[in-house]
């Protein structure tokens, strides 16, 4: 599948007095990962944010696919099948992982209608989420509810899927359990915008990547590229894969 899903066209954003999104322009290669790099504070969070409409670009355009989503809300944006797995994951802690599973199943009313080939699925990727199923989702521990998280993002399918550092505070095994979660949406079709510290993370599951600083996108390309590059790896973000 070939062309971009998601663009964005010199998106300016202003959160109160402070201007922190410089003109950026992503694309977003339709059945690819891609992967957006940068230091902290490079903008990649409000790149997200903008995206899904919970901050509004200033100025610019957000396109999906042939459409101007700019000033839609988040939820008219999630109605567009885009699933949005943000850095502090939001999980409901008081409710069961079933209970947050099933608020994401929006053609399921009660846990029976949930899709049971695509849970089985997911029980593959994340064990936990099947261990813990009746537990208070506020009980897991930080992996866990990562996990959670990103499986209940994609209970149903999803064309569009944007995750906000996965890995982040995950112990290397989880983070490799992570890794091949994300290996086997991308080898359903599944477009994913990931931000990312974790260079190793991003070495081994991105197709494209963006690299922000300073509120702009300033490269873009081949993962791989940037991967066998280790004076362009220091020049943007100061280290080597």
Excluded: C
Excluded at 7 to 28: C, S
Excluded at 30 to 45: D, E, F, P
Excluded at 218 to 226: D, E, I, K, N, S
């Amino acid at each position: 599948m070939s062309g971009v899903l998601l663009a964005l066209e010199g998106v300016h954003t202003h959160i109160g007095a402070y201007h922190i999104l410089h003109g950026v322009d992503l694309a977003v290669p339709r059945g690819q990962l891609t992967m957006l790099l940068g230091r902290n504070g490079a903008g990649k969070t409000t790149t997200l944010r903008t995206i899904m409409g919970l901050w509004h670009a200033s100025q610019g355009r957000v396109k999906f696919g042939q459409r101007d989503i700019t000033q839609l809300t988040t939820p008219e944006i999630a109605g567009l099948n885009i699933a949005y797995v943000p850095e502090n994951m939001g999980i409901f802690s008081d409710l069961t992982v079933k209970e947050n599973m099933l608020l994401a199943a929006r053609s399921a009313s009660r846990a029976a209608q949930m899709d049971a080939t695509r849970l089985k699925w997911i029980y593959s990727l994340f064990p936990a989420v099947e261990k813990f199923w009746d537990h208070p989702a506020g009980k897991l521990s930080g992996g866990q509810k990562q996990m959670l998280a990103v499986a209940r993002a994609i209970v149903e399918p999803r064309e569009l899927l944007i995750v906000d550092e996965p890995s982040k505070g995950l112990a290397p095994a989880i983070i490799n359990n992570m890794i091949d979660a994300f290996a086997q949406l991308k080898a359903t079709g599944t477009t994913i915008l990931l931000v990312e510290q974790n260079i190793n993370f991003a070495k081994r599951l991105g197709d494209h990547v963006a690299v922000m600083d300073n509120g702009r996108v300033v490269h873009a390309g081949a993962m791989q590229a940037l991967a066998e590059d280790e004076a362009l790896q220091r020049s943007l973000l100061g280290l080597a894969i």
